[in-house]
């Protein structure tokens, strides 16, 4: 039997993995069981919220998770607390935090002995199982452990943006989101796949080694084109959290500026919600926060609703999944050119893209271009639905992964 362990934070019980769904209908073709271990949710009460394919089943950490003895993790955690110490660059802040980097440390400890006590109790042998960490943090060190211990042969995980980009990150926010054992992870992993080129570089200068990294684009369902936007009212649509990286408060202000009616929607939710409709300081602008949305709700509004424009003005962006949704459908996009969004925007083909610390002048006249050349989004819309069929159709790309990671020798 051939066996699929996957770490994901709390997919299938929250939605902020969904796009983990679409993959796992591939996987299931190239794999006998799949397991999915959310190693980030304790919650019990918590109800799955997607529909699994025959052959998935998760693993329940609350069954599993014993907490370790202090004594047995203390000299391997100083070992690899030196050796992490040694490897950064901001070596004030291993220090500083090392409390914090201990209780991560014994964390993943428990989960990993979680893990293999379910596998035990499953009869399941190391050798017959792929380990695959969704993202390259808190699930890849606890793998990383394992492998250390010599209980797993090896792994294989994605890196996306906050646990890539550690440093931009950790000085965007504080620094306690910077995930720690970096060079743990990057050592004990056995192949890498970053979802962008810009990843794949920035892992390379780090001094992973090429033979360990290997591209892999994520993708989504072709549910096929929007309906062609008309002379009606300018329609927006941004899909994100609200925080301090996407910046949703600065298009409320840009929008706010034009001079033309607008339909703004945006799907997702977060700390500054109140900012985004306090930016929106014209009649013109009709903002509407839709908060937590399912992907079938948002593909559906796709699919309905004729849309002029998708935007996305972060800081920090691994290759958003949002902007390859919105392309699918044959929205342009307006988006910052910031790590490895200029792979899907491509500026002047299917969008404008922005410096990420762009002035007012820059947005609006991107704003303008949206709002009064109907010719050159016409052919922005054309280009952004071949752009998407190209690299990001999530049929193509998932299934090479799986069928990749399904004949990985560990």
Known sequence: MKHLVILTKQ???????????????????HFDRV???PHDHYKKEDAIRFELPAGVEVIDLNQHFVPV?????????????LVEWMCSKRKWYQVKS?????????TQCALGNGLMRWQKSRGINSSDVVYYSYWMSASALCLSLLKRRGEIPGFVSRAHSVDLYHEDWGLLRDMHSVPPFRCLKEHEV?????????????????????TKLKLHYLGVVDAGLGPRPTDGVFTIVTCSGIDDNKRIHLLGKALSRQKNAVRW????????????????????????????????????????NAVHCFANLSIVEGLPVS???????????????????????LDGYNGVTLPAQFSDHEVDEALKLFMTHADATELWRRNARSHFEQYFDADANYELFASEISTIKL
């Not at 003895?69 to 607390?81: C, G, M, Y």
């Not at 090392?98 to 014994?106: L, N």
């Not at 945006?266 to 926060?289: N, W, Y």
């Open 11 to 29: 997919f299938p019980y929250q939605w902020r993995e969904q796009y983990v769904a679409h993959e796992l209908k591939a996987l299931t073709r």
């Open 190 to 210: 056995s192949i890498v796949y970053p979802i962008s080129k810009h990843g794949f570089m920035h892992l390379s200068h780090r001094g992973v080694p090429k």
């Open 69 to 81: 003895e202090k004594s047995r993790i203390i000299l391997p955690f100083l070992v690899a607390f």
């Open 323 to 345: 902007i390859m949704e919105a392309m699918s459908h044959g929205i342009p996009v307006l988006a910052t050119a910031v790590y490895g969004v200029p792979e899907i925007v």
């Open 35 to 37: 397991f999915i271990y």
């Open 265 to 304: 929607v945006h799907f997702g939710d977060g700390p500054l919600r109140d900012l985004a409709i306090q930016s929106i300081t014209s009649p013109l602008v009709k903002f509407e926060c839709r908060g937590q949305t399912s992907n079938e709700e948002i593909r559906a509004f796709y699919s309905d």
């Open 98 to 106: 090392w409390r914090r980097f201990y209780s991560i440390y014994a």
